[in-house]
């Protein structure tokens, strides 16, 4: 009996083995997908959960999902942290939306705005891009940005910094391989121009030197990764405290906009009654040179 035990303790083992991996996918899930968290939030930015038509205000540290909006108005500016080893940064009067999360297969889309990032060097079989209304710029660890007109989106202009590489394709076709301290410009239906000295991102270079890259050190340091579960919760406590503020906000505007109301009708109240005292007394006068005419 005492030889037979290691064999039956192996096979309880082996019979144990998948089902504790059954019960604990979190590990494996986690890894399929980055971390991704709004690092900072300033000014006007509105996040729209999923896509959805209702806007709320954006909330340090809280956890973003694949098909969020986030529309930052002409005083807002906002940080995206990938992990804490990546960073991006999305200027005033921007729309930005999350694509895709995956790990293998990163995607952003940028309707207009300015978008600056610091990127990690990605692993071969990892892609990372952003998308434009007119060009897809494919990144692999670098420090790029984006930028796209409001009021001419047909123009989209992707530049290098210091370090990495981008590749920038066209909708009609074509491409163009940026490395440090070169831009493209691309048109809506053509091929990216030909790889030039930084030009109009150039203004960005300093922020990204001096701001960005600061800010992407603490996170690195500071950093705990979270579980998905923890996660979720997390963005729920968020979308609460958020949905609860907006309500707040549109209790309060209803109250000053009532309020305005009230007081032009008072106004209104108060005008009437000095034009009937002005009409009263006009008449008075009238009745009073009548009789000094009749005498």
Known sequence: MPKRLPGMLLGLLLCAAPIASAEDPAPAAQEESWDARLADVKGDVQIFEGGGEQGLPAEKDMPVNEGDRLLLGADGSADLTLDGGSLIHLSANTDFTVGQLDRKSTAFKLAFGTFLAKIEK????????????????????????????????????????????????????????????????????????????????????????????????????????????????LRAKALSRMREHGEKLKERRQRLKEEGEQRLRGKQRGDAEVERKKKKMDEFRESIRRRRGGQ
């Open 122 to 233: 990605l692993l071969s079989a990892q892609s990372l891009i952003v998308q434009t209304p007119t060009a897809v710029a494919a990144v692999r660890g670098t420090e790029f940005g984006v930028e796209v007109d409001k009021e001419s989106p047909d123009e989209a202009h992707v530049g290098v910094f210091d370090e990495g590489k981008v590749e920038v394709k066209g909708e009609s076709g074509g491409s163009e391989i940026l490395i440090g301290g070169q831009e493209t410009k691309v048109v809506k239906g053509q091929a990216p121009a030909r790889a030039y000295q930084l030009s109009r991102l150039a203004r960005h270079r300093s922020y990204m030197r001096g701001v960005l890259k600061k800010r992407l050190s603490g996170w690195r340091k500071r950093w705990k990764a979270l579980p998905q579960a923890r996660r979720r919760e």
